[in-house]
């Protein structure tokens, strides 16, 4: 099955400045790679998505990027918040039935 | 739209006793419904997934008897912990897709904190 590994686990950045998330998939039949975001006690919340055919895609101040050959894919944030603090997790979904196998989760915290 | 609705949100249960958690699409024909299970300051783990009207299909190493899964309708699935362990004590999250608007994308419910004690 699809194994999907996330680096780092833990990231603390300064309010304004940019956050890396990146992950790994091992399956190259994946090709939906959905980004979430989750705060203690609640239910993943999409954040941002790519298929496999794009390489990257944005949305205001948060962007992912795609590299197929390599099997690698990265969330960017941009200007960070102190709101933007939570668990990141990434996830690759194969073919066929499209199920969700997700990554370790980062958790993020941005210091004011 | 896409809400994903869970119940209960917490539910304590007794050692060797069963448990029912319902997971419902409120405003949409959910086609696919997912289990996944989540320790703390863990990863989600899929569990098994589950297509209306058939029979569910689980992950290796999910015993099939212990989490009975069921899908009557578009709307809700239900996971049934049997015989609950305070091992099986987690954080069970389900989520839904409508396979006739978006192919990919699966809308999470809050989740159902279980503990057995």
């Known amino acids: 099955g699809e194994n999907v590994e996330q680096h780092p686990s833990t990231l603390s950045v300064q309010e304004g400045d940019s956050a890396v998330i990146k992950c790994t998939y091992s399956?190259?039949?994946?090709?939906?790679f959905p980004w979430y975001k989750q705060e203690l006690g609640k239910r993943p919340q999409l954040i941002i998505d790519i298929r496999s055919n794009v390489g990257e895609k944005k949305d205001q101040r948060i962007a992912v990027t795609l590299n197929k050959t390599a099997k690698h894919f990265s969330l960017h944030i941009t200007e960070t918040q102190p709101e933007d603090s939570a668990v990141y997790f990434c996830?690759?979904?194969?073919?066929?039935?499209?199920?969700?196998?997700f990554g370790t989760g980062t958790r993020l915290t941005v210091i004011p | 739209g896409a809400v994903v609705s869970q119940h209960p949100s917490w539910v304590i249960c007794k050692s060797g006793t069963s448990v029912k958690i319902e997971c419902r699409s409120l405003?949409?024909?959910?086609?696919?419904m997912f289990w996944y299970r989540q320790f703390p300051k863990q990863s989600l783990m899929l569990m098994a997934t589950s297509n209306e009207g058939s029979k569910a299909t689980y992950e290796q190493g999910v015993e099939k008897d212990k989490f009975l899964i069921n899908h009557a309708s578009l709307t809700l699935s239900t996971l049934t912990v049997t015989s609950a362990h305070p091992e099986d004590s987690s954080f069970y999250i389900c989520?839904?897709?409508?396979?006739?608007?978006?192919?990919?994308?699966?809308?999470f419910g809050p989740g159902t904190r279980l503990t057995v004690t």
């Open positions: 399956d190259s039949a994946s090709n939906y």
């Open positions: 989520s839904a897709r409508d396979r006739t608007v978006n192919l990919y994308e699966q809308y």
């Open positions: 996830a690759a979904s194969p073919g066929g039935a499209n199920n969700l196998f």
């Open positions: 405003d949409f024909q959910a086609t696919t």
